[in-house]
T-cell receptor, first 112, second 113 residues
Framework: DVKVTQSSRYLVKRTGEKVFLECVQDMDHENMFWYRQDPGLGLRLIYFSYDVKMKEKGDIPEGYSVSREKKERFSLILESASTNQTSMYLC???????????FGPGTRLLVL | DAKTTQPTSMDCAEGRAANLPCNHSTISGNEYVYWYRQIHSQGPQYIIHGLKNNETNEMASLIITEDRKSSTLILPHATLRDTAVYYCIVRVAYGGSNYKLTFGKGTLLTVNP
């Protein structure tokens, strides 16, 4: 079974803090993705990566950056957290471009 | 982007088949239909996908109409643990060989005892 894990299920941070969300997959997948999910807006793609040290912007990259130093790990960084970044963050991976994406359990982030 | 239309909610009795419809009338010839589900407070779980032919796996069956404008996900014997939001998604290509999944609002399936 594909296993995608995220570092925290719940996280509370203060406005202006730097926040790191970590995602690890154990299936040697090439592609990794970060989404956020908000009520009424569905899942929106923030960033994705199709190789180590490669990244591409998704639909809503503003306020976020990413890092992929190793194939199995994809980090989402909030440089200066704001209250409008309170959301559920979901990481996913897929073996090749266009193939099925497998999701982690999600991190529910609250920014105060 | 091909859009999908699903009912907001459906009910199903435990042990009966759950048939979840999806309309995707603007789908292009090479776009796949994917189904995921999301149980409350968890990440989406992949169920099944298809292009033209009907597909079946251990979780469900996917029936795609001949004109590909609609599809139905079938859970043959629904259990209480199948209560979830079910998303029908058309996977679209963009920017060369990149693909994205656009999740809509989905159908809340409630399986009743």
């Amino acid at each position: 079974d594909v296993k995608v894990t995220q570092s925290s299920r719940y996280l509370v941070k203060r406005t202006g803090e730097k926040v790191f969300l970590e995602c690890v997959q154990d299936m040697d997948h090439e592609n990794m993705f970060w989404y956020r999910q908000d009520p009424g807006l569905g899942l929106r793609l923030i960033y994705f990566s199709y190789d180590v040290k490669m990244k591409e912007k998704g639909d809503i990259p503003e306020g976020y950056s990413v890092s992929r130093e190793k194939k199995e790990r994809f980090s989402l960084i909030l440089e200066s957290a704001s209250t409008n970044q309170t959301s559920m963050y979901l990481c996913a991976s897929s073996p090749n471009r266009g193939e099925t994406q497998y999701f982690g359990p999600g991190t529910r982030l609250l920014v105060l | 982007d091909a859009k999908t239309t699903q009912p907001t909610s459906m009910d199903c009795a435990e042990g009966r088949a759950a048939n979840l419809p999806c309309n995707h009338s603007t789908i292009s010839g090479n776009e796949y239909v994917y189904w995921y589900r999301q149980i409350h407070s968890q990440g989406p779980q992949y169920i099944i996908h298809g292009l033209k032919n009907n597909e079946t796996n251990e979780m469900a069956s996917l029936i795609i109409t001949e004109d590909r404008k609609s599809s139905t996900l079938i859970l043959p014997h629904a259990t209480l643990r199948d209560t979830a939001v079910y998303y029908c998604i058309v996977r679209v290509a963009y920017g060369g060989s990149n693909y994205k999944l656009t999740f809509g609002k989905g159908t809340l399936l409630t399986v009743n005892p």
